[in-house]
């Protein structure tokens, strides 16, 4: 099943477009990564899955429904933020998840935040950031909807919160086999955790699809200045000295140049070499592996 | 949604129990001291001010300053059915409070006859005209809430909102109580029907302006 579908998304802010011409599917299970650079409509894809914000064209599909009223069961949300009520208790937040959601699983967030030593008659405001993250993280979870979710998760916390808050959440996703959806601008954070990227930059999609195909499909060839390397590939970027280029590539099938040396590359690379040349618009994005099997 | 718009109003709630106590307290004196007589009856209509400031100006507005919007909207229910228990219990809480000081204010009175004047202290404080008011001033402080979504602005536009409608309000039943031969009850009767239409005006602009408007 599809957790995510969107087709000819567009978000439009006064005259200016923050998504245009969004085309996405995802995959039920999977943990994607939503990456880019600061402003390039993160933020408000995210609004857009879960329904805060309504987009100015096309539609947004989670489970294929529209994520409004009723179907918002289906999808659970933490803002970067992590907004609470600052005067309720850590009870009392759990009793606005019970009675907001039919499918609230108290007994399992009572658990969790057992485990992770947060008493329940603490007020959120006597919390410190890494506990409300916990307990911001705790309330979506419990919620049990297919598809969290969460916008910077890890954003203003220390090393240490930012273990926790990974390790609970890969927990959470091991026992209900959830669809995460988790933005950030560092993509090294995401590495371990994700295995699905969506690449979202000056509110367009970039590269979407599963990260070990991304990796798999993209080499840095090194070669001499002024020459091209013979096969098939499409340049993403490339940066040329006196002497040399450096290319990189999707890789379309195997390249036999023994001037060219081939490197592989690490997702963060593939990423900064898509980041850099975003506005190369000669160069199609990857697809993802759904949608290409169709064409 | 209702425990949480109950829980959410909770200070609230205990800042009306206390008007309400302070009010009790004032008219016990006036009513001992026959000679204070009138004090609370005549500031009763500041009530819809402190109604339509603090109950219904931060409903909407404090969600979106702490971000809390974006849990709330988020859960399981659609943005109405948020919506529609939070100004109901503001609502209610208006009522309640308007119900203990008008009939305090009464009381302090102890007595007193009405002199059936359209300027009597007593016309505003008798009859569902003092509900209205409460219900328009709620409804003022709510729609400036949704509107504006930032609280102090939504306060001070409520506080000059209900204002401006008093003064209106006022000449405005002068003036009909010259020219129009009517009775005082058909006239407060009428009042209170303009009052609650036009807070239903302002309930559906509110509800609108939170289910249909993208959050900033």
Known sequence: ?295 | MTWLAFRQHRVRMVTMALIVALWAGLAAVEHGFPGLRGISAGLFPYIPLVLGVFLGAPLVSREFERGTHQLAWTQSITRSRWFLPQTLVALALAVLTTAGTSALAWWSLGGLPWKREVNDTLYVLTGALPYAWAVFAVAIGVAWSAITRRTTVAMGASFFGVAATQLIAEGLRNRADRELDWPLTALQSAEAGVLTALAALLGVAAWWCTTRRDPA
């Open chain 1, 1 to 295: 099943m599809t957790a995510l579908e969107a087709t000819g998304l567009g978000k439009r802010y006064g005259d200016k477009w923050a998504l245009k011409d969004v085309f996405l599917t995802v995959p039920e299970g999977r943990i994607i990564a939503l990456v880019g650079p600061n402003g390039a409509g993160k933020t408000t894809l995210m609004n857009l899955t879960v329904g805060l914000r309504r987009p100015t064209t096309g539609q947004i599909h989670v489970f294929g429904r529209p994520p409004y009223g009723e179907s918002l069961q289906h999808v659970a949300f933490v803002a970067q933020e992590k907004p609470l009520y600052p005067e309720f208790t850590v009870a009392e937040t759990l009793r606005l998840g019970e009675r907001l959601n039919p499918r609230f699983d108290q007994p399992a967030a009572r658990t969790r935040l057992d485990e992770l030593g947060i008493p329940l008659k603490s007020k959120i405001r006597a919390l410190s950031g890494g506990q409300r993250a916990q307990v911001a993280i705790t309330l979506a979870v419990a919620k049990r909807a297919e598809l969290i979710v969460l916008d910077e998760p890890l954003a203003n916390l220390d090393p240490l919160a930012r273990h926790e808050v990974m390790e609970g959440l890969m927990a959470a996703v091991a026992d209900t086999g959830m669809t995460v959806l988790l933005s950030s601008h560092v993509i090294a954070e995401l590495n371990d955790v994700c295995d699905h990227l969506i690449l979202v930059s000056g509110g367009r999609v970039q590269v979407a699809g599963d990260i070990e195909d991304i990796v798999h499909r993209h080499r840095l060839l090194v070669g001499p200045a002024g020459t091209a390397p013979a096969g098939p590939y499409d340049v993403v970027s490339e940066r040329t000295t006196e002497r040399q280029s450096t290319l990189l590539v999707r890789m379309r099938g195997p390249i036999h140049d023994p001037r060219w040396t081939v490197r592989d590359l690490a997702l963060e690379d593939v990423v900064l070499g898509y980041m850099r040349a975003r506005d190369s618009v000669h160069l199609p994005p990857p697809t993802i592996a759904g949608t290409e099997d169709v064409a």
